[in-house]
């Protein structure tokens, strides 16, 4: 998140402000849409959890990690949406923790879908050594990683804040965005390589790993073909996540392009780049997997029937205890 995903530039919104009506409706649709895709991103991790054979496997962990990434970029992102655009204004030291696990869920996903495209390889090319490579406990050191990897990223600018900001800084109130909090120069430059660097090096493993799953599997196997599609859509998904890291630049440019519609131009863009790519994640790897949509339907199945059957349980209570009477 290359700050708060809706506007670095609080002087940009200010000259064509929405109305009060406005902005109440903006976030009350970004935060209905965030609380839906939580709730169908809790289902999945619920499934996950009630049934073994999901969370014994290393590929189902990958993809709950990502789910819960996204469950918490969705979260911060709403959270930060209804601060901007209301033009709030928070603790430095609240905001920065907020800036902080917006940005690390942000670099974690692009990393996450790298890990997944590597799993299909082995499942593919060396199902021999599948669950060697990926033992269980690997898959948690791996999650580990890549949360040490964003850190390390990240990490850099959280230490020259402290260094170069007066301590008078930490106790006041700013609008939560990341440009707020980490002010120096050359960090903004930094950010820029580091970005273009990580995203470079993650979409050189998925042409690595497609063309060889391509090559190793050419006999037209079944599960071959998925998983080239699967990598296919790790590829797309990154597409949306370079999206994030480019929005900075297109946001300038949507301010000289049409600064009358501006907030509104953002705002479509937030919600495409930002909200909607959190529940395509959980259709395309979740629903979409054979295994984890059988025992998705069947959790949610049962637990719709034992809903109806408490309710029944308490109608037939009620009923008695109305006949006694």
Request: overall charge positive; aromatic content about 18%; charged content about 10%.
């Given at each position: 998140m290359n700050s708060s995903s809706y506007g670095n530039n609080a002087s940009f919104s200010l000259i064509y402000p929405d109305s009060f009506n406005t902005a109440v409706a903006k976030s009350v649709i970004v935060v209905a849409l965030?609380?839906?895709?939580?709730?169908?991103?809790?289902?999945?991790?619920h499934?996950?959890?009630?049934?073994?054979?999901?969370?014994?496997?290393?590929?189902?962990?990958?993809?709950?990690?990502?789910?819960?990434?996204?469950m918490i970029q969705v979260t911060l992102a709403t959270l930060l949406f209804v601060l901007g655009n209301n033009f709030y204004k928070i603790n430095v030291c609240f905001c920065c923790i907020i800036i902080l696990f917006a940005v690390l869920t942000t670099l974690n996903s692009p990393l996450n879908l790298a890990v997944?495209?590597?799993?299909?390889?082995?499942?593919?090319?060396?199902?021999?050594?599948?669950?060697?490579?990926l033992a269980i406990k690997k898959t948690y050191?791996?999650?580990?990683?890549?949360?040490?990897?964003?850190t390390v990223s990240i990490a850099p600018d959280v230490f020259v804040m402290l260094v170069t900001e007066p301590a008078e800084f930490f106790y006041s109130d700013v609008v939560c965005l990341r440009d707020q909090i980490f002010r120096t120069p050359v960090m903004k430059n930094k950010r820029n390589i580091s970005h273009i660097i990580y995203l470079v090096v993650v979409w050189l493993?998925?042409?690595?790993?497609?063309?060889?799953?391509?090559?190793?599997?050419k006999a037209a196997d079944g599960q071959a073909k998925k998983a080239r599609k699967t990598v296919l859509l790790h590829g797309f998904q990154l597409l949306l996540c370079m999206l994030?890291?480019?929005?900075?630049?297109?946001?300038?440019?949507?301010?000289?392009?049409?600064?009358?519609?501006?907030?509104h131009v953002l705002y479509v863009c937030f919600i495409i780049i930002q909200i909607l790519p959190r529940f395509i994640s959980s259709i395309v790897?979740?629903?979409?997997d054979q295994v984890f949509r059988k025992y998705y339907v069947k959790q949610n199945t049962c637990s719709v029937q034992c809903m109806h059957t408490t309710v029944d349980q308490v109608q037939d209570k009620d009923d008695l205890q109305s006949a006694v009477k």
């Open positions: 965030g609380i839906i895709i939580n709730y169908v991103n809790g289902t999945l991790i499934t996950f959890m009630k049934n073994q054979i999901l969370y014994v496997n290393p590929r189902y962990i990958l993809f709950i990690h990502l789910v819960v990434n996204d997944m495209a590597i799993e299909c390889y082995i499942a593919i090319c060396l199902p021999l050594r599948y669950h060697e490579v050191v791996l999650i580990g990683l890549i949360w040490a990897m964003s493993i998925l042409i690595v790993v497609y063309c060889r799953i391509f090559f190793t599997a994030t890291f480019v929005y900075s630049t297109f946001k300038k440019a949507a301010f000289y392009w049409s600064p009358k519609h501006y907030l790897y979740g629903l979409r």
